[in-house]
């Protein structure tokens, strides 16, 4: 029997982790090797594209391209974590806001910009992932990295919650994106929801459940040669993929 190998687009619900589905579906595909292309925290749920056995080889040229995400910013509140999942640290007011102001500042952050890595996050500093010194209430310096915002759209304003339609480049953290904005609001700020819409070519219309059983899964596999040639044949015009 040929080993199963490809790409499979998944819909992560809120709750488990990224590692939590790769396990799940190498053990459904008795698969030997089983890779995600780009971390979405239990909060977020949406585009958790998985490279399978061969496919593996290939993950750092399939994670090129931007990021979509619809994402909701509770304003008013600030975490630990950068989101709603996290410790509460402050509580303002927030229904003085003019919502001209809202707009102006978040259009601000449309752009290059610097982010600092959240505490609570992957990211080692002396090895260490910075959410296991989180954990113990450590907090250490972090050197901002460069992102880039290609489009951020206002999609409606009910306080205190944003709901955006953001694309940006890859390594973009919503979670500090939200709680920029809330803190040049003067308010503070926190990722309340997200969901990843596309991952460079592959789209949430591809996506499928985690739930579905092996011969399903096996059947939405998309071929590597397909996936290659898809890569192949697109251009990157201004952050975003263009077939």
Known sequence: MKPVEGILVMDKPVGPTSHDIVMKVKRRLSARKVGHLGTLDPIAR?????????????????????????????????TDTYDAEGKVLEKNDVFGLKEEDV???????????????PMYSAVKVGGVPLYRLARKGMVVEREP?????????????????????????R???????????????????????????????????????????????????IPLEKVMEEVGSSRKVQGSWIV
């Open 46 to 78: 949406g585009v958790l594209p998985l490279v399978i056995n061969r496919a593996t080889r290939y993950a750092e040229l399939l994670q090129q391209g931007s990021k979509q995400y619809d994402t909701i910013l509770r304003l008013g509140m600030v």
């Open 103 to 117: 707009l102006r500042v978040i259009e601000g952050f449309k752009g290059k910009l610097e982010q600092v890595p």
């Open 145 to 169: 990295k460069e992102v880039e915002i290609y489009s951020i759209e206002v999609v409606n304003i009910e306080l205190p919650f944003v709901r955006l339609m953001v694309e940006c480049s």
């Open 171 to 221: 390594g973009t953290y919503m979670r500090t994106l939200c709680h920029d904005i809330g803190e040049r609001l003067g308010c503070g700020g926190h990722l309340h929801g997200l969901t990843r819409t596309r991952s460079g070519i592959f789209s949430l219309e591809q996506a499928v459940s985690p739930g579905l059983d092996t011969e399903e899964l096996s059947s939405h596999i």
